[in-house]
């Protein structure tokens, strides 16, 4: 058992591709950070345990995980990967895991929610009642919180794979997602930009036709989200959307197909609807900190300690 | 003034061709119900007051609306309808008149959450953490419930603007909604199929070509919500969605698209996933009564008595 300190709380972000540990509680404030490959559950999970180990215990870790995931508190399976195509995670347990290791309180989300989370707590989210979250990188995904908290349904949000107008005669190509095709991240992702140009995106000059044809898809799925969830504000971030021309252009494009219907005024300014992200690669670590905060706080409240507690849903009134 | 009387629950629903009013607790407990068209805003809001006036004053009212609507509590144009385009009705304040006419508190919601409301309490939506309502009628439109609270964001769900894939050489069909074209209800309301076949819906026979392509479409429309709000179950409503084939081929078409990509078992068993609603019309006023007994509630609990409390967002913990 190692010595807890009570004002320190813990953040992990798995990614697919690399595993961020920090500690402190906040962007300001933070005494430990590292980063490392995400390579097998066994080896990843016990460099995340180490981690926490070297330094000061936390008060209660918070993970943001690449998914799809189980975040229900009620299921036998929750702070798991489920059905993940990346090789060895199927139906791995992470947060029990790490809970059980290091005798702390965990919460655990997926990393666009820890990331539409630390936008909201500290970046461009600030006092926005809710929030969208999207990253647009090797993959498509998006966070949403309604009032604080991240939105769970039957499970999470999968808006990579909405299916979106497809212009075959403007772009034939068929689409990337070895399951859906032309879904919106086989048509839109990092990886559908590389294959359908036979190129790497940062490679392709501003002026080429990629941009325009990912603004429209970009701007279609944005469209999707705001038609069903109408989030008072949309970050976009991910390796794609650091090309500076794009985010524009997908304004221009969702301007276009909002085309004055929806009555709010700052649709009207989508300068400050749909805006990148203020805290950068540390949006989903940082949320991670901030949905350790909330499971501490909880705890200290005396709420009932489900393992998810801050994001089940809230309570018929 | 009018006697009040601790026990009744105002509801109505002011639909874009009729409007119900109601007096009662729930189902098995109406005392008065009168349905009348919605004419001129003056006459409609008229009527609603001289039926509570006839009638034992009920502890609050909740008004389910056509939309757009606002439903900001903060707003200073809350409780009326906006960019509607309904002849006369633009701008058009409702929940307000009511209110101030009878002296009693109001919730006011749309048409559609208030029948997701009315589903949840007493028909086929029990026991669903989250829920969409949907209906395809003249239009279309989905109401959702997230922890038991209509989900608002910037403004509320407009599903019915959704773009989705159009397949022009199987549907060349260019869409009917005046501002989009061929957007979700462009492609798929009750006028769309009127208009592409030149037939009133209801006299297509079931095995006609209209059918298939209006279940490509809903379950089009339905994978978007499903994939960006995630609810525990849809409930397909409306008057388009009275054809008894058409459910089946909506689920079947929605099985093909999901792919077994989303992980819960209730999708692999959409007989219980995708339903037809338990309380047919009478969902949207009753809907509307649940409203009642809530703002009822929050009052007597003292919780601060803005306008649709209940209907906020919840608070951050």
Chains 1, 2 share one sequence.
């Not at 969830?229 to 221009?252: K, Q, W």
Request: net charge negative; glycine share 12%.
């Amino acid at each position: 058992m190692i010595a807890v300190v009570a004002t320190i709380y813990g953040g992990v972000e798995t990614g697919g591709t690399w595993c961020v540990c920090a500690l402190g509680t906040g962007p300001q404030d933070l005494v430990a950070l590292e980063k490392f490959p995400t390579t097998t559950p066994a080896e990843t999970l016990g460099r995340i345990v180490a981690f926490f180990r070297a330094h000061a215990a936390p008060r209660a870790i918070g993970i943001g995980s690449f998914g799809p995931v189980d975040v229900d508190p009620r299921s036998p399976t929750w702070g798991s990967v489920t059905t993940t195509p990346k090789r060895g995670w199927q139906r791995t347990s992470v947060a029990p895991v790490i809970r059980d290791q290091l005798g702390v309180p965990v919460a655990f989300e997926t990393d666009v929610a820890a990331a539409a989370l630390g936008e909201q707590t500290w970046g461009a989210g600030r006092e926005q009642p809710s929030l969208c979250y999207l990253t647009v990188g090797t993959g498509i995904g998006a966070g949403l919180l309604i009032g604080g908290r991240p939105l769970h349904g039957l499970v999470h949000p999968e808006v990579g794979h909405l299916r979106l107008p497809h212009d075959r005669e403007r772009d034939p190509f068929p689409g990337a997602c070895p399951v859906h095709g032309d879904c919106w991240e086989g048509l839109a992702s990092g990886d559908a930009i590389a294959q359908r140009w036979n190129a790497w995106p940062p490679d392709l000059p501003d002026d080429h036709p990629a941009w325009a044809l990912e603004a429209e898809y970009i701007a279609l799925g944005i469209l999707s989200i705001v038609c069903v969830a109408s989030p008072h504000r949309v970050i976009a971030g991910g390796g794609v959307m650091e090309r500076a021309t794009l985010l524009p252009m997908v304004r221009e494009r969702l301007r276009e197909l909002i085309g004055g219907y929806l009555d709010a005024p700052v649709l009207h300014d989508l300068d400050r609807y749909l805006v990148a992200p203020a805290l950068g690669d540390e949006a989903g670590v940082l949320g991670a900190i901030a949905l350790a905060i909330g499971v501490a706080s909880e705890r200290d409240q005396g709420l009932p300690s489900s393992p998810t507690r801050r994001s089940g849903p809230s309570p018929r009134t």
